[in-house]
């Protein structure tokens, strides 16, 4: 894992690439390599931050320079070792042991075509000498995260928008961005905040040549494995998926460093750490606690004894960190980390773990990441199967229904009560058609309620972020509610919100983190699994616990699941109380005209009063406040809304 960047025919190119790679010192603290080359008349300028991972010598290096091609690498190849020995056979001879030089290898005798046959996480740029051209690849799933901006024939990229933002003066927030980000609390992997920048898609590429032209491809489409794997589903075909998960276990754990795992007491982080036990005996893992004033506030869950079982059984060496950070400091430290304005808390979490291994010598981690997504193990899933059924009781049983929850309070001045949290959450979407109700129930507002919160003149915008949604909800021919659910979220949800703040989080703390579900065989077995054997009954994940039964015990496969969250109630009403208050008189949202103050008010009030929960929205506020603030005085633009 690295961070990686550069500039292709672009004004100061080498004092630019050289500014972007030093942004990213955090990412590869263990060396820094630059690279430089004429092109056309320009030049092309490659820079790469190190964390050394596979072959920890200087034959591991980058840039990485061959016989005409120039390599910036970052992420891991899983299946490097049978490249090797493929490549091997054809008559390549290799300096080193890094996957880094595999993968230059392989684009050097099949160019593109090499690319659907890569399995792992990636993002690079490479450079051919003799054409000229350097192409741009992201991995197939959006694990890897790869920036860019292009003006006129010039082009510069990175591992982080903030290197783009530093390097290249002014950048104008994108206002659609900040709409879409205020409705889901992060950015869809569609979107930047910034107007010029963009994402350059999960498993696509782009070319560059000396004559200004650009070309772009994909070699990796999530939607047509999904239709495949139905076409496998109907054909009868079984994927066996405890033999797909325990491969892609031990394919993660291939490192020249050591490895621990993200270990929550949850099913899918208890699966991994369990297999990964079997192949390195003695495993560290890592779990958070929370102060008991705290998680009583919150009603969370007791996760830890889950864990400590979990370890017990294995043999794991157990590192439990407990969470009682002060978060007027972190507040703004991760929303500088996160480049973009996300409203996750657990992106906290992440980087409280990662700091924690980092500083036990750990650089390698595996994540759960990614198991509730493809295999429908969120509440929202099966909370959206049990609105279709709700929907058929008589509405002025509903009407009864919705008024007397209504009624009911999220917290007193003492715990809060999940029940009725998850109760007034259903009922908000219960009765809206499918697409609706699935965006209602995992986003932060419906469309009045954003409308009442923004200036009058974002209205349209607006219409365009929840059209966005519509569109890739209806992009695709599957005829399975569930497996819907699941390609919207691997789609969108997980690129746009999961892999980006585990990418940033872990990054920030310079630790690698990897995650064996979020892999492009367990992708294709997921969408090959019918959605009745994903969802059996009432019980989410169902095909996995099946899978894992055969490891854990059942106490840990049924239990009722977990959170990697925060006690944001206890947070929002005691130690960032007066925070709130300040942005909500005065902060720059409000006096840019983007947010507005009455709307927020009585957010703040019916959260205080206990009738609604909105301490996840707040802290929303929070993390864009903190966002917009460094954005605007960052690059000296004007606040005035160009939308």
């Not at 080498?14 to 080359?37: I, N, Q, S």
């Not at 090499?114 to 690849?137: H, N, Q, S, Y």
């Not at 919150?298 to 889950?306: F, H, N, S």
């Not at 002060?326 to 980390?337: E, K």
Request: include cysteine.
């Amino acid at each position: 894992m690295c961070g990686i960047a550069g500039t292709y025919r672009w004004p100061d190119g080498k004092v630019v690439a050289d500014r972007l790679t030093e942004t990213l010192a955090h990412r590869g603290p263990d060396g820094a390599g630059r690279y430089g080359h004429p092109v056309g008349d320009g030049e092309v300028h490659l820079g790469h931050r190190r964390l050394s991972i596979i072959d920890l010598t200087e034959t591991g290096a980058q840039p990485m320079i061959s016989d005409g091609l120039a390599l910036t690498y970052n992420g891991e190849l899983y299946n490097a070792p049978e490249l090797r020995a493929e490549l091997e056979a054809a008559g390549v001879r290799f300096r080193g042991t890094s996957d880094t030089e595999v993968l230059l290898e392989a684009w050097r005798r099949w160019g593109t075509d090499c690319l659907p046959r890569l399995r792992g996480m990636f993002a690079f740029g490479i450079f051919d000498e003799r054409t000229g051209e350097l192409v741009l690849v992201r991995d197939q799933l959006g694990i890897k995260p790869l920036f860019l901006l292009r003006r006129g024939e010039g082009l510069v990229f990175a591992s982080e928008l903030k290197a783009l933002a530093a390097a290249t003066g002014k950048l104008e927030v994108d206002h659609a961005a900040l709409v879409a980000s205020l409705l889901y609390y992060w950015v869809p992997d569609s979107r930047c905040a910034f107007r010029e920048a963009e994402k350059l898609p999960p498993g696509s590429w782009l070319r560059c040549r000396p004559d200004g032209r650009v070309e772009r491809g994909r070699f990796w489409d999530l939607k047509e494995v999904a239709a495949e794997g139905r076409e496998r589903a109907r054909a009868g075909e079984q994927p066996d998926l405890a033999a797909v998960v325990e491969e892609s276990t031990r394919r993660h754990l291939l490192s020249d460093v050591p490895v621990a795992t993200f270990l929550s007491g949850g099913l899918d982080s208890s699966y991994l750490t369990a297999l990964a036990a079997r192949h390195q005996p003695g495993i560290s893992a890592y779990t958070i606690g929370f102060r008991a004033e705290d998680a009583k506030f919150e009603a969370m869950p007791d996760d830890l004894r889950y864990a400590r079982q979990v370890a017990a059984r294995f043999g794991v060496d157990l590192h439990e960190i407990e969470i009682a950070p002060n978060v007027l400091d972190l507040l703004p430290q991760m929303t500088y980390s996160l480049d973009e304005p996300i409203g996750d808390p657990a992106a906290i979490n992440t980087f409280l773990i990662c700091t924690a291994a980092r500083e036990a010598g750990v650089k390698v981690m595996l994540s759960g990441m990614g198991a509730d997504e493809l295999f429908a193990g969120y509440r929202k899933h099966l909370a959206n199967l049990i609105a279709l059924r709700y929907q058929r009781v008589p509405r002025p049983l509903r009407r009864g229904v919705s008024a007397a929850v209504d009624r009911l309070p999220v917290a007193t001045s003492r715990r809060g009560f999940r029940s009725v949290r998850f109760a007034k959450r259903f009922l908000s979407f219960a009765d809206l058609p499918e697409e609706t109700a699935f965006r209602r129930s995992y986003t932060m507002y419906d469309q009045d309620e954003l409308l009442a919160l923004l200036d009058p003149d974002l209205a349209g915008t607006v219409d365009d972020v929840l059209t966005e949604h519509q569109d890739v909800y209806q992009d695709n021919e599957l005829d399975d509610f569930v497996n819907r659910m699941c390609l919207t979220d691997a789609r969108m949800f997980l690129p746009g919100l999961n892999l980006t703040y585990t990418d940033r989080s872990s990054m920030a703390a310079s630790t690698e983190v990897r995650t064996p579900y979020v892999d492009v065989e367990v992708v294709k077995a997921a969408f090959a699994i019918p959605g009745d054997r994903k969802i059996a009954g009432r019980q989410g994940k169902a095909v996995l616990k099946e899978a894992a039964t055969s490891v854990l015990p059942r106490e840990i496969v049924y239990r009722p699941k977990g959170l990697f969250s925060a006690p944001l109630r206890a947070w929002m009403s005691r130690d960032l109380a007066p925070l709130v208050r300040e942005v909500v008189n005065d902060g720059e949202l409000v006096r840019s005209g983007i947010l507005r103050r009455d709307a927020l008010k009585r957010m703040v009030a019916e959260d205080a009063a206990g009738q609604q929960d909105f301490s996840k929205h707040l802290w929303h506020v929070l993390t864009l406040e903190y966002w917009y603030r460094d954005a605007t005085s960052g690059s000296g633009q004007s606040t005035r809304l160009t939308a």
